[in-house]
């Protein structure tokens, strides 16, 4: 430090970095075992921890050891001798292992996967009356599916079992008898997984684009069952993004086939000792993509973003003005939000996305899109006094979740870009980094100098931070903190207003 008269003083801070965080693995979502006859009139197997690890982690303090155990049966502190399970007849069936991962100083973290332990034939393990049957419920991208219902039905009894990490096993069945498998899994349709995007596969797929070749994503696209794939199930899906309706009218929310053959249901006949069925490959209806379960309604870390171009201008009272709306041959949804003292009249497209638009929640200023490209669309409104469009038009996710899907794929976060012919060449750009903990910069670019306004505001619109810029022609850049956004976390959103543009995008606040 130095004062006014030139002196220095040093002071020396000693601290210490210490790692407070243990590593945690990345398990492989669920495996199968064969039991080997042990000689004795049982079965046995061996299983290591290596064969669960789907990605190696990295720990500050060195190497990281892992140990496996089955769920349960974990002792207070992991070992990291602990690396194989030993199985025998006793954990027949689906197991819910647990997995750690130890660095150097004894921290510890687990995940939770899934094993079926099966026996090698009929023979192994069965020293009792009775028989088994079990099996898997995975996806077509071999994700195991949690909580579906199984139903296991032949003469004379009827049972149901929740599938856990995707296995089912039932037990003590009748040897000889036939038995039928059927799974049913109805939740709500996911709209983190079930967008926009896969209405555009769809429709590249009728008009010859780009056609659907796996079977799968074929099954998931035909959600009026009608054998076929065709603009109803494009109108059908589209209404659920839409939120005009909360479930397909054809089907359950998931299907379920076995074998090539695509069978519903699986019937074993003659049943003898303990058998393992065929996989059920579960069909998430309208998801055509295939989008992961991992990924449903998550925010993407570094994902671009994507803007409508809408030309600003003067609302006068009680006039129907006609807005353009620009769009590009990518896709997009979400919901527009009007300002009080704004009505919304009616929104009209042409070409395919006639049907885009709901408009039940546009008497509380709300409009749902989803748009799968092409032409652009027109937004009538009428304003009770003269207000400027920019700051009456916003974009929400209260009714269809906002973003959009680029021709390149993937993807990306949707804004709003006013602009003007004077301001055609200001732009507002993507914080960096995003997601940011500490602090994060803004940039925009303006056609000509003047002040700028930037407005920070949370997920309900409540300002957090307003930034009057001194802004020059060109690029600018803001940075702003987290202490001064009053420590909130989450989704955010900036805007940039200056003189003839508005421009708005989201970031992310961890």
Known sequence: ATDGCGNTAIDLLIFEVVDCKAPTPICIN?????????????????????????????????????????????????????????????????????????????????????????????????????????????????EMLNDVEVNITSAGMNSMNLTTGGLYSFVDLTNGDDYTLEPTHNPGIDLGRVTTADLIAISRHILGLQEITDTYQLLAADVTQEQTVNILDIIAIRRVILGLDAEFSSTNSWRFYATDELLENWTENNLEGNVVAPDFVAVEMGNVNQTALSLSGGESEGRGSENIAIEDMILSPNVETTITVTTNDGGFQGTFQVAPGVEIIDVVAADANATAFNLTQAASGLVAFSHTGGEGFELTLRASADVKLSEVLSLTDRITTTEAYPVAGGVADLGLSFVSAATAGSELFQNSPNPFATQTQIAFNLEVAGTATLLVQNQNGQLLRSYEIDAAAGRNVQTITRQELGNVSGVLTYTIITEGFTATRKMILQ
């Not at 049982?42 to 050891?65: E, H, L, Q, R, Y």
């Not at 069936?93 to 660095?103: F, K, S, V």
């Open 30 to 142: 669920g495996l199968t075992v064969t039991l080997m006859p042990d000689g004795e009139g049982g079965g046995m197997a061996a299983i290591w921890v290596s064969d669960f690890i789907a990605s190696p982690v990295t720990d500050c303090n060195g190497p990281v050891k892992y140990a496996i155990y089955i769920d349960g049966e974990e002792p207070v502190v992991p070992n990291p001798l602990d690396t194989g399970l030993v199985l025998t007849c006793d954990e027949l069936g689906p197991q819910t292992i647990r997995i750690y991962a130890i660095d150097a100083t004894g921290q510890a973290d687990y995940c939770l996967t899934s094993l079926l332990v099966q026996a090698f034939n009929p023979t192994v393990c069965n020293d009792g009356p009775g028989s088994s049957l079990s099996g898997a419920v995975m996806t077509p991208i071999d």
